[in-house]
Structure formats: C-alpha cells, structure tokens
C-alpha cells in the first residue's frame, strides 16, 4: 500500500496511469477506481489507457462527481472485490483509487444525511475505519493459500501541501509509505515532482530489485546532499571547495534524469541502466542543457547494441562483476560515439 500525496494538478493521477501503462505485456490485472471526477476527465484517462494498449488488462470502475454520494463512496469497495477476486484466485492485481480525498467528502455527506454526530472537519467518528477496512484489504497470500496479491495506491490531494490534514494524516498512518508531490518542484520543471525528503516507505529496500538497491543507495545519498547544499549555493559559490561544487554538479546531474516524460515508463534494466552511469560519474561531463538528449540517445544505444545487457539485468535483477564490466563497456562506447 503505497500512498501518492500531493496538490491539485501536480502529477498524482500521471503516476498511477504510467503504472498501469507499464504492465502491458504482462499478467498483472490493474483496477483504476475513479470516485468524483468529473464524466470527462475519466473518458480522457479511457482513451489515454487504450492509446497505450493498457486496457487489455484493465478495468475501470468510475463513480462521477455527478453520481450520487452513495455510488462515490460504494465505488472503491466495488473494485476492492473484483481485485480480491483475482488475488483469491492466486493472480497478481493492483488497484488505484483515484482519489479517497472525495470518497472520504461523499461518505461525509451520507452521514451528516443520515443526522450521525459529526466530528472533526464535520466528518463522522469512523471515518477512520472507512479507509483502514479499504486498504487492509490488500495483501499478498501465502502459496498454501494461492499466492495471490493485491496492491493499492491510493491518491490523496492536499490543500495548499498541507500533509498534517484530518484524512492525509488517517491514511499516511494505514499504508505503507508515501510518495509526496510538490507544487513548487512541479512548476520549477521537476517532474515527476516528487519530493525525495518527505516521501518515504516503511518496507523500504525490501520491495525494490537487488540491482536497484545497489544503484539508488548512492543515488539517494547524493540527492540528500545536494538539497542541503543547494540551499547554502544560492548566495554564490565562490567561496565553496572544489568537493563541494562537484557535489553539486552532480545533484544537478541527477536531478535532470530522474525527469520522466508523462505516459513513457521505463523498464528496470533501462533504469538501473542510466543510474550506474550517473552514479559512477560517466554523466558529470555532459552539460545539464544536454543530459535528456544524452539519456535518450544511451537508452536507443542500449537497445539496439547492447539489450543483452538490458536482458540481463532483468533476468538476474542484480549488478554482478560480469554485468558490471559490460555496463562500463557499453557507456564508454557510446560516449566516444558522441551522438548526444
């Protein structure tokens, strides 16, 4: 249960859909449950998802803004059931609720209807209980129950990147962790505008591929440094050492490819890929204007002369000596092709 947190218009809905978008071809079935948006931004995220082919392997549940309050709040259990249904099954699925922050309005609404006591922001006293007994109930079985699973992200949208909320802060504490959006990273050109501070997962390393935890360990490190650094470069960097300046330049380097085109996701061996090649400093020479020409040359590089070791990564999902010295190979090739 991984949480997407962030303000109107900041990419949330565009992470859940390039989730999606990234299963086709395989067997995962995706549920995208639509509570109160408005009839044509669901027909506009329908068309975008069969565009892309995703639509094989998903289902849409939609309950519109102008669908009674009753059908937004029943819409999330309705694709909570067909999902469990696929884990029950022994199948894999994943579920998005797009969002719980206007489910949580129409439960709201029925139960101030329904004259029930309200209490904090005039939402009744189990509105907790509304979002724990949704989420909970995704799980992953064992194999002598099927081995089945289901995965949730749910969307929440904050005002005014107010985190500390009555319903932000209910489900932060049901899921797992979350991933925090930034209108100010967001309108700066940062996108997917996630914010690497306050986004966070308890299950941590665990969930990721072990050639993952060997390439975003430093990644995660050198971002860390740059955010602290950057602060302080604001009012010149004359004063600073040479250390720091490479520091970051190598933030700057890292934050232009982890930019991502909206609807074009990546495999896991393009991603671990790039990552090796910023973090072991193959990237630090080209300049931050030519890093996104320079990335999607060495993607159509990797592909064409070298998807042996993209396919590698991905069959043995971690970086060892042979991959390693392949990696190197096929980076210092293309930089003397000078393509980018």
């Known amino acids: 249960r991984q949480l997407i947190i962030g303000d109107r218009s900041t990419g949330k809905s565009a992470i859940a859909i390039d989730t999606i978008i990234n299963q086709k071809g395989g067997d995962l079935i995706c549920i995208y449950v639509a509570v109160g948006q408005k009839a044509s931004k669901v027909v506009q995220t329908v068309g975008l998802l069969e565009a892309n082919g995703a639509m094989e392997h998903t289902i849409v549940v939609a309950a519109n803004s102008s669908d009674p309050a009753a059908l937004q709040y029943i819409a999330p259990f309705a694709g909570t059931a067909m999902g469990e249904e696929f884990m029950e099954q022994g199948k894999d699925a994943l579920i998005i609720y797009d969002d719980l922050t206007k489910h949580a309005w129409a439960y709201r609404q029925m139960s101030l209807l329904l004259r029930r006591p309200p209490g904090r922001e005039a939402y009744p006293g189990d509105v907790f209980y509304l979002h724990s007994r949704l989420l909970e109930r995704s799980a992953r079985l064992d194999d002598s129950s099927g081995g089945g699973s289901l995965t949730a992200l749910p969307i929440i949208e904050t005002q005014a990147g107010d985190v500390s909320g ?60 740059y955010r602290e650094l950057v602060t302080f470069a604001q009012f010149g960097t004359s004063d600073l050492d040479a250390a720091t300046i490479a520091q970051l330049d190598r933030g700057r380097v890292v934050t232009e490819v982890l930019k991502q085109l909206q609807y074009e996701p990546m495999s896991m061996g393009e991603q671990v890929s790039i990552m090796y090649a910023v973090t072991n400093g193959y990237v630090d020479d080209v300049p931050p204007d030519k890093i996104s020409d320079f990335e999607i040359a060495f993607h159509r590089y990797m592909q064409t002369s070298h998807s042996d070791v993209i396919n590698a990564i991905m069959e043995k999902k971690e970086l060892d000596d042979e991959i390693s010295a392949s990696l190197i190979s096929a980076i210092t090739e293309f930089k003397k092709t000078g393509v980018y």
Do not use: C, H, K, W
């Open 166 to 225: 009555y319903i932000p802060t209910n489900v932060i504490s049901i899921t797992d962790g979350q991933i925090y959006l930034e209108t100010d990273l967001f309108n700066s050109g940062i996108r997917p505008a996630v914010n690497v501070g306050l986004s966070v997962s308890r299950v941590g390393g665990a969930a990721q591929a072990r050639a993952m935890r060997q390439v975003a360990g430093r990644l995660r490190l050198d971002l860390a440094q």
